[in-house]
């Protein structure tokens, strides 16, 4: 049996949906394990392209069981128009290939709203939302405010629970914000329609992956966003509200004593950053929009630019070692191949003094970024599929990248397309 987790190192929007896409011709069950639809992971294959954003990545696999774990934000309404929207693209979902952990809790419409109020409170202070109920969710779970999927199923137990919480969203809502309240024949109507369609693939997913683990079945742990988003370890308060560092899969999946053989780091071969916060290597201007524009550098949810940079050393080995990745993905190469010279951040300038460490977020908007050229290759390599024919100097700079964020680099990427991809 081999379990798996394919992991962000930095900021998200490292290419994990089109890694876990490859990944899972060799696994049998796929797991969501954080997060909820607040971030898009990108897959290519011959169906078309596909911006998931709650589905795990495995969906597309015949004969893969994908499961949506404990852990997970569940917003019911948006999971079933994601899975119309798969289906409508000739992909068949069911209860077979599709379930979903009674014990994950689901994100109710008041968090959406919750969410965009609370930005537009902050004003100029705002951590960046999309605006997906992320954080008023989390934050209610952790105050036991929220539903299990599993209440669907017990409607006299549902409505009493729904009672008391109720009460304490329309008291934030009409006191703090003073926005529209809800009604229990509101919210009841909403749970019946979005709540009912998925309760077919509501079950003890427990039960299942502990069945799956005596029939030595092969399975992969699938994160959203990356290390430097983690709620405990990444940029706060820019983060998310989960954890997204491997560790937390055996908890968020429903395999709490579970181990995990290997951990796949994905790192892009430049960075981005959606959203908010301090983003040390950012480019600016002309470079920054030549960068955006070949790489196609806009979010899968929002729509909205990502920031961009050349790949940020000290971030990276930062997010290897949180993640304590075994094996580092590099993706979107290819998108370089325009350059004359790969910028690198090589190391922080933090009040005049030089470090390759990443620091404590309360020093990140001091630091400065040290940059380093290496040669470009100049040439399109997308058609490129093994290592000895890669350019020289893309191979000197996967070597050089390797070399320095403590990680050996197996998989490289030179396309979407699930073909497109180097052994090293």
Same mark, same amino acid.
């Given at each position: 049996?081999?379990?798996?987790?394919?992991? /962000?190192?930095?900021?998200?929007?490292?290419?994990?949906?089109?890694?876990?896409?490859?990944?899972?011709?060799?696994?049998?069950?796929?797991?969501?394990?954080?997060?909820?639809?607040?971030?898009?992971?990108?897959?290519?294959?011959? #169906?078309?392209?596909?911006?998931?954003?709650?589905?795990?990545?495995?969906?597309?696999?015949?004969?893969?069981?994908?499961?949506?774990?404990?852990?997970?934000?569940?917003?019911?309404?948006?999971?079933?128009?994601?899975?119309?929207?798969?289906?409508?693209?000739?992909?068949?979902?069911?209860?077979?290939?599709?379930?979903?952990?009674?014990?994950?809790?689901?994100?109710?419409?008041?968090?959406?709203?919750?969410?965009?109020?609370?930005?537009?409170?902050?004003?100029?202070?705002?951590?960046?939302?999309?605006?997906?109920?992320?954080?008023?969710?989390?934050?209610?779970?952790?105050?036991?405010?929220?539903?299990?999927?599993?209440?669907?199923?017990?409607?006299?137990?549902?409505? %009493?629970?729904?009672?008391?919480?109720?009460?304490?969203?329309?008291?934030?809502?009409?006191?703090?914000?003073?926005?529209?309240?809800?009604?229990?024949?509101?919210?009841?109507?909403?749970?019946?329609?979005?709540?009912?369609?998925?309760?077919?693939?509501?079950?003890?997913?427990?039960?299942?992956?502990?069945?799956?683990?005596?029939?030595?079945?092969?399975? #992969?742990?699938?994160?959203?966003?990356?290390?430097?988003?983690?709620?405990?370890?990444?940029?706060?308060?820019?983060?998310?509200?989960?954890?997204?560092?491997?560790?937390?899969?055996?908890?968020?999946?429903?395999?709490?004593?579970?181990?995990?053989?290997?951990?796949?780091?994905?790192?892009? %071969?430049?960075?981005?950053?959606?959203?908010?916060?301090?983003?040390?290597?950012?480019?600016?201007?002309?470079?920054?929009?030549?960068?955006?524009?070949?790489?196609?550098?806009?979010?899968?949810?929002?729509?909205?630019?990502?920031?961009?940079?050349?790949?940020?050393?000290?971030?990276?080995?930062?997010?290897?070692?949180?993640?304590?990745?075994?094996?580092?993905?590099?993706?979107?190469?290819?998108?370089?191949?325009? #350059?004359?010279?790969?910028?690198?951040?090589?190391?922080?300038?933090?009040?005049?003094?030089?470090?390759?460490?990443?620091?404590?977020?309360?020093?990140?908007?001091? %630091?400065?970024?040290?940059?380093?050229?290496?040669?470009?290759?100049?040439?399109?390599?997308?058609?490129?599929?093994?290592?000895?024919?890669?350019?020289?100097?893309?191979?000197?700079?996967?070597?050089?990248?390797?070399?320095?964020?403590?990680?050996?680099?197996?998989?490289?990427?030179? /396309?979407?397309?699930?073909?497109?991809?180097?052994?090293?």
């Amino acid at each position: 049996m081999s379990n798996c987790a394919i992991v /962000g190192i930095n900021w998200g929007d490292e290419g994990k949906g089109r890694i876990v896409d490859l990944i899972t011709q060799d696994y049998d069950i796929v797991i969501r394990y954080q997060g909820g639809g607040n971030a898009g992971h990108t897959v290519v294959n011959d #169906l078309g392209k596909f911006a998931l954003h709650l589905l795990p990545s495995g969906i597309f696999r015949d004969g893969v069981v994908n499961i949506l774990g404990n852990g997970v934000a569940l917003d019911c309404e948006n999971l079933w128009r994601e899975m119309e929207d798969v289906e409508s693209k000739g992909v068949k979902i069911t209860p077979d290939n599709l379930k979903i952990s009674e014990r994950a809790s689901l994100l109710l419409p008041w968090h959406r709203e919750l969410d965009a109020l609370e930005e537009t409170r902050l004003k100029d202070q705002k951590y960046g939302s999309t605006k997906q109920g992320i954080a008023p969710f989390y934050s209610d779970k952790y105050r036991k405010k929220t539903i299990m999927a599993g209440e669907l199923f017990y409607p006299e137990y549902l409505q %009493a629970r729904l009672k008391n919480i109720l009460e304490w969203e329309n008291l934030i809502l009409e006191n703090i914000y003073h926005a529209p309240v809800w009604s229990m024949d509101k919210i009841l109507n909403w749970l019946e329609e979005y709540g009912g369609k998925i309760r077919p693939f509501i079950c003890d997913t427990g039960v299942f992956l502990k069945d799956s683990i005596k029939q030595d079945k092969n399975i #992969l742990f699938e994160a959203q966003l990356g290390a430097l988003r983690d709620l405990d370890y990444g940029i706060y308060p820019y983060t998310t509200s989960s954890n997204a560092i491997a560790a937390y899969a055996p908890v968020g999946s429903g395999l709490p004593g579970i181990k995990i053989n290997k951990i796949i780091g994905v790192v892009k %071969a430049y960075s981005t950053c959606a959203g908010e916060g301090p983003f040390v290597c950012e480019l600016f201007g002309e470079e920054a929009d030549k960068l955006r524009e070949a790489g196609h550098e806009y979010g899968a949810k929002t729509g909205r630019p990502r920031r961009v940079g050349p790949i940020d050393i000290p971030a990276t080995r930062y997010g290897v070692r949180v993640q304590n990745a075994n094996s580092i993905a590099l993706t979107k190469l290819d998108i370089l191949s325009y #350059l004359d010279k790969i910028p690198v951040c090589t190391r922080y300038k933090i009040k005049n003094q030089e470090t390759e460490e990443f620091p404590f977020p309360a020093l990140l908007n001091q %630091a400065e970024p040290v940059i380093e050229y290496l040669p470009g290759w100049r040439r399109d390599i997308s058609g490129v599929r093994s290592w000895d024919d890669l350019p020289k100097e893309a191979r000197d700079y996967i070597n050089y990248i390797e070399s320095k964020i403590g990680a050996d680099i197996h998989y490289i990427s030179v /396309g979407p397309e699930r073909d497109a991809i180097i052994l090293k």
